[in-house]
């Protein structure tokens, strides 16, 4: 069976212009995700027969994908087979599917591909696919999005900015998160992080959820206190890069389907890599099997160092 999706490309991902010179070499159009009337394109190509997907960009673009692909009626939802050609820092997911780097082997493997069905996990009224929170992680994100050299540092350090903002954030100061509840639960301390994890990594290498998978039709929760120290903090980051944090007697992971979260304070939700919703309180949800992906072998634990 030829391989024809309707693509859509990020032109502000990381490598998209190599994917984009390699395209027009190929005289192979496709569709800008920067353009107003994305989730109108993707309905009008549904209706139109067309069910084979491929994004080029990184999480992020992926997630604007999925937000728009959530505004579609269940039955239009389940026409929709995506594929991944992964262009941006971190690349979670395409990581966690096994998706190629390499454009060629992308497209000679594309016909060795399997399907699998993913879960998706709702934060209020939006959607993601690898992993987010607060804390920690929304503060690194919304350092990196205020630095004025971040174009210049994403291409120099690739996907180790990631690693930088963490590293900058714990030596400069963060707030980290105070949690009110979590359901009927009373928390009411700080934390580094509260995590809500879909699959076993996010930022490519920060190993926060070991046991997490996407199609169990739950998710992990991994909340860390906020150590007393520098040195503590720095020794917690490299705990959670080896995923060893868990054996942590204090740290609270567990498994749900469903949760509420109350925090003191208003604070964006970060998942993919994107500031999604901004409150004191976050109703999550998983949403099961709902998108369905093309792989290339599947290991929940799996990254690149």
């Known amino acids: ?151 210049v540092q994403s291409n120099l350090m690739n996907d180790f900015v990631y690693y930088f903002h963490v590293l900058k954030k714990i030596l400069f100061g963060y707030d980290g998160v105070l949690i009110r509840k979590i359901n009927s639960r009373i928390i009411n301390q700080p934390q580094m992080l509260l995590a809500v994890c879909n699959q076993g990594f996010i930022g490519k290498r920060f190993m926060l959820s070991p046991k997490s998978v996407n199609d169990d039709g739950k998710f992990e929760i991994c909340i860390i206190k906020k150590p007393k120290t520098i040195f503590k903090d720095f020794k917690m980051v490299q705990e959670v890069i080896k995923g060893q944090h868990i054996n942590d007697k204090s740290i609270f992971y567990q498994s749900f389907n469903k949760i509420n979260i109350k925090t003191k304070k208003k604070s964006f939700f970060m998942a993919d890599g994107e500031l999604l919703d901004y409150s004191n309180e976050f109703k999550i949800q998983n949403i099961p099997k709902e998108l369905t992906v093309r792989y290339y072998g599947f290991s929940s634990t799996k990254k690149s160092e």
Do not use: H, W
């Open 1 to 151: 069976m030829k391989f024809f999706p309707f693509i859509f490309l990020n032109p502000n991902s990381l490598t998209s212009k190599k994917v984009i010179s390699y395209f027009n070499k190929k005289q192979t159009s496709f569709f800008s995700t920067k353009k107003k009337d994305f989730s109108q394109i993707l309905l009008d190509q549904i209706n139109k027969g067309q069910r084979e997907f491929l994004i080029c960009g990184g999480d992020g673009t992926l997630n604007n994908f999925i937000n728009n692909f959530m505004k579609l009626k269940s039955n239009k939802r389940k026409k929709v087979i995506l594929s991944i050609l992964p262009c941006g820092k971190a690349n979670d997911l395409a990581r966690e599917l096994n998706i190629p780097l390499n454009i060629e082997e992308i497209f000679d493997g594309i016909y060795q591909t399997k399907i699998k069905n993913i879960d998706l996990i709702r934060v209020n009224s939006n959607y993601f696919v690898t992993g987010g929170g607060l804390g920690l992680p929304t503060q690194v994100i919304e350092s990196l999005n205020a630095s004025k050299s971040r174009k």
